[in-house]
C-alpha cells in the first residue's frame, strides 16, 4: 500500500499513525486553571526528551470537530504548570473516565474517585493512586497546528520527582512492579510482554 497524505483525509492518516506508532506512554496530565479548579486528562503523544536537565513533552490535540482547544491546554497558557502522573494496569479505567469530554467546572479527579495531594513545587495536585509523578514548569509551547485534529507541543521541565518505594527494586523502578498501561490504536490499550535485554555496543565497525 502507498499513500500521498496530501490527497487523504486528516482522520485517515490518523489512524494510521496511532496503529503504527505503538505502544505509547500515556501522561496523565493534572493542571488548575486561573480559579483553581483542577483537570486531568490522558495524553498518549506524551514522551520524555532530555536528560539535562530533564524534561518532557505531550501533546495537546484540538477537537476535529471545531478545532476548539481543550481543558489542559488553556490551563497550562495560564498558569505555565503541570504535573505527569504515569498510568498503571489497575488504573486503566479510572484513567479511561477522565478521557470524557466535560465541562471545565467540573473536576474529574472527584468524577473519577481519585485522590489528591499536594505537589511541591507546582500548583496543580498529583494522584494519590499513581505511583510516579513529575510535577512540571512549562518551558515552550508549539503551536503545530489550529486546524482540527490540530496539536500543540507543550514542553516542561522536571522540577520535583515522586516515586512510590513500592515500584522499586535496588533504588530503581521496576518495569514489573510499575506495570505501566501503553495506548495501542482505537480502543486497544496493552501491558507489558516480554521483557528482555541487549548491551549497547560500545564501537561499531
Not at 78 to 88: H, L, P, S
Not at 94 to 121: C, H, Q, W, Y
Not at 124 to 135: D, G, K, M, N, T
Amino acid at each position: 500500500m502507498e499513500l500521498d497524505v496530501n490527497s487523504m483525509k486528516w482522520q485517515d492518516v490518523y489512524r494510521i499513525m496511532v496503529n503504527a506508532v505503538v505502544p505509547r506512554p500515556i501522561g496523565w496530565i493534572s493542571t488548575v486553571s486561573e480559579n483553581g479548579t483542577a483537570n486531568l486528562a490522558p495524553f498518549s503523544f506524551f514522551n520524555a526528551i532530555c536528560g539535562n536537565p530533564p524534561h518532557v513533552l505531550w501533546c495537546a490535540a484540538r477537537r476535529g470537530r471545531d478545532s476548539s482547544t481543550k481543558d489542559s491546554y488553556q490551563n497550562i497558557k495560564q498558569t505555565g504548570e503541570f504535573v505527569v502522573n504515569i498510568v498503571t494496569y489497575t488504573l486503566a479505567e479510572k484513567m479511561n473516565l477522565t478521557s470524557a469530554e466535560l465541562d471545565a467546572e467540573i473536576d474529574e479527579f472527584e468524577m473519577a474517585g481519585l485522590t489528591k495531594v499536594p505537589s511541591a513545587r507546582v500548583k496543580p495536585p498529583r494522584i494519590a493512586e499513581s505511583p510516579v509523578h513529575f510535577e512540571c514548569q512549562v518551558t515552550q509551547v508549539v503551536d503545530v497546528s489550529e486546524e482540527p485534529g490540530g496539536a500543540s507541543v507543550v514542553i516542561g521541565r522536571i522540577l520535583y520527582l515522586h516515586v512510590d518505594d513500592a515500584v522499586l527494586t535496588d533504588g530503581l523502578i521496576d518495569v514489573h512492579k510499575l506495570d505501566p498501561l501503553a495506548r495501542l490504536g482505537g480502543n486497544a490499550y496493552a501491558r507489558l510482554g516480554e521483557v528482555f535485554q541487549m548491551v549497547r555496543p560500545l564501537v561499531v565497525k
